[in-house]
């Protein structure tokens, strides 16, 4: 258990597969399937591409994750979420800020990501993260009454000076 008052972020790997799977399914709301599948989950966090961060709480229980996998100069933030309880206290915003922070110490020179264009808490987090948009992608993502909804790329440089 760590001895920090506040929360602490943390590398995150295949072993904090189930600590990781209770955030993802209080986080994503049901109605649109984004939520993946622990062995989605655990496929992607042992590739060598990839790499993962949690938060966890005085008590050392996981209050949110980031999983991004890298491409060449490039890397994608392919999963945020923080539990429902604990959002608007900033692990958001640190957990975007290290996941830049780790993908540019592995080279990269930018982060890209896709966002469901009516998740306005992410796209409001990320825009004040310093994300852009620069794609739409319509009809990318379903409801789970059918309709359909565009994904909106967004993208940060990691220059040296941002
Ligand atoms: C998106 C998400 C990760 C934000 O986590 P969080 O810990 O609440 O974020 P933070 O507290 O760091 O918020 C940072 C900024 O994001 C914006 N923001 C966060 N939630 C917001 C909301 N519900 N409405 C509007 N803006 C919001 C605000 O600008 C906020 O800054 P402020 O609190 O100073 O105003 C969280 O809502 C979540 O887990 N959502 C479900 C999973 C998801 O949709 N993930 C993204 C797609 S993979």
């Not at 852009?132 to 309709?147: A, H, W």
Request: net charge neutral; aromatic share 8%.
């Amino acid at each position: 258990m760590s001895t920090l008052a506040g929360p602490v972020i943390l590398p995150a790997d295949e072993r904090d597969l189930d600590a990781v799977m209770a955030v993802m399914r209080q986080a994503f709301d049901p109605r649109y399937g984004e939520a993946w599948s622990a062995l989605q989950l655990g496929g992607t966090m042992t590739m060598a591409s990839s790499f993962a961060r949690r938060t966890e709480d005085a008590r050392g229980v996981t209050t949110g994750f980031t999983l991004c996998r890298a491409a060449g100069p490039e890397v994608e933030l392919l999963l945020i979420a923080v539990d429902p309880g604990q959002r608007r206290n900033g692990l958001g915003r640190l957990l975007v800020e290290t996941a830049c922070d780790d993908s540019r110490h592995r080279g990269a020179s930018e982060i890209f990501l896709e966002v469901r264009e009516n998740n306005i808490a992410a796209r409001h987090l990320y825009s004040r993260s310093g994300f852009f948009d620069i794609g739409r992608r319509g009809d990318y993502y379903g409801g789970s009454m059918g309709e359909r909804f565009a994904a909106i790329t967004m993208r940060r440089r990691l220059g040296e000076h941002e």
